[in-house]
Structure formats: structure tokens, C-alpha cells
């Protein structure tokens, strides 16, 4: 065996016992202490809580036939009907369907959110074909009703579309009221194709019904309106207060 090999072999031998002997006496052997955890990058700033603006909490929607409309639906042999629970009224010359309005929610610019009505329309032709839009929707920020037609959740369609102007709406005392127009979507007139299997006695475009809407605003347990303070008509800003607006009394809560 080479001479420096046999001298490491007493030194091996030594250490080897060494540990032996550490280990047999229970003393703790010395570890690395543990990496530091990398550093993470701070979250960035959490985005503004969504405005989660008005609920509604009830109201009534009268949707009148207006007078062209009137006049071709008389011309097709069609008149107006309602589906439960909203009712037939106004007079013989023009009819209305008012319905209720069952809730919903929107923002005080009135560009998103929806109200839900009870019932809808029943379109009856004098040889017994109907178009039935009832469970009807107002999609404030598409601008479209759309309603299940004849009876079929898998036929829900756009039926009618309408604009908002703001100086047709008028906010206080606990309520908005807004008057609107409806006219018929492309959609409504081939809703109504299937349902004469002939052309539909309205057109695309149409001038449908003349609304006219109030719905009641929810208000939380503290009495005031939920919220921000809403807009009046025509976009004006309400002054900044550090309360919460109440619309049943027209003022500012502290």
C-alpha cells in the first residue's frame, strides 16, 4: 500500500469514531441555516368596489300602443292582449298592457342593469294564431326587452329596443319615472313571421308602444336609498355630501 495512504487511514479511522461518539451522546449536529425566503412583490392597489347603484323594489310599466302601430295591427286583423299578471287597459282606440315591475337594479347613469316586468303581450290574430313575449326584461345597458316567446324559455328573443332621454326621466321621492319609446327589433318582426307563417304586420323599426314606467327604490335598514346619489335628469351632478342621499325625503343623511 502506498505510504500516504496508509497515513490517512489512521486520520479517517479517528473522525469516523469521533462521530460515533457525538452521535451515541445525543448532541445535536450543526445545520445550514434555512434560505431566507425569496422577497415577493407587494399586491398593487385593489380595484374600487363595483357601484353597486339602485335597487328596485317595485313599480308598475304601462306599455301603450301607439297610433301607427294601432292602426296596422287593426289592418292585420290583430289586436292586443295581456299575459297575466300584467293587465289590458286604456281605451278601445288605444290599448295598454301594464305590468308590473317585479325588481332589478341600475346605475344612475341608466347605462347598465335591468328591470324585470310580470307577464308581457299576447298579439291574437282573428283566426286564432297568437304571438305570446311574456317573462319580459329590460336591458338597460343593451337597450333591448326581450321576453320567452309563445310559452319557450329557448325562444327568448330581443323583441323591442328603445332609447333613454334624459330629460324623460325624473328621479325623487323614492321612485323614478320614465317616459320611453319602443320600437319593434328585427328579431320581433321574425317572431312574428313564425307565428302568422305570413309577413308580420309590423315593421322592423316600428314604433311599437309610447312606456311609461315607475319603479320604487329599495332602501337599506337605515332608511336611506342604496347607493350613490343619483343624477338628476339631464346628467347634473347632485353636490358631494359625506352622507348618504335619501330620495323618499330629498335630502342628505349624516
Known amino acids: 500500500m502506498p505510504a500516504d495512504r496508509c497515513r490517512l487511514l489512521p486520520i479517517a479511522s479517528a473522525g469516523a469514531l469521533a462521530l460515533a461518539a457525538a452521535l451515541s451522546a445525543g448532541t445535536p449536529l450543526a445545520t ?115 321576453g320567452n316567446v309563445n310559452g319557450s324559455k329557448a325562444h327568448r328573443t330581443d323583441f323591442l329596443a328603445f332609447r333613454i332621454d334624459p330629460r324623460r326621466v325624473k328621479m325623487g321621492g323614492g321612485q323614478v319615472r320614465a317616459q320611453l319609446a319602443f320600437t319593434l327589433t328585427e328579431r320581433g318582426a321574425g317572431a312574428f313571421r313564425d307565428a302568422f307563417r305570413t309577413r308580420s304586420p309590423l315593421a322592423a323599426g316600428q314604433r311599437v308602444f309610447d312606456g311609461v314606467g315607475t319603479a320604487r327604490l329599495a332602501q337599506n335598514p337605515s332608511g336611506a336609498q342604496s347607493g350613490p346619489a343619483p343624477q338628476a335628469a339631464g346628467g347634473t351632478k347632485r353636490p358631494a355630501t359625506s352622507g348618504a342621499f335619501d330620495p323618499v325625503n330629498d335630502v342628505t343623511v349624516s
Open 32 to 146: 445550514a441555516a434555512p434560505a431566507a425566503p425569496s422577497a415577493t412583490h407587494e399586491a398593487g392597489p385593489r380595484p374600487a368596489p363595483r357601484d353597486p347603484g339602485l335597487r328596485v323594489a317595485g313599480g308598475t310599466a304601462d306599455f301603450c300602443l301607439a297610433p301607427g302601430a294601432t292602426r296596422a295591427l287593426a289592418k292585420a286583423a290583430v289586436r292586443l292582449a295581456a299575459v297575466a299578471p300584467a293587465k289590458l287597459t286604456g281605451t278601445a282606440e288605444r290599448r295598454c298592457v301594464t305590468a308590473p315591475i317585479s325588481g332589478g337594479s341600475f346605475d344612475t347613469r341608466f347605462t347598465s342593469g335591468h328591470l324585470a316586468f310580470g307577464g308581457g303581450f299576447d298579439f291574437v290574430r282573428k283566426d286564432g294564431r297568437h304571438l305570446k313575449v311574456d317573462a319580459l326584461r329590460g336591458d338597460l345597458a343593451h337597450r333591448h326587452v326581450t
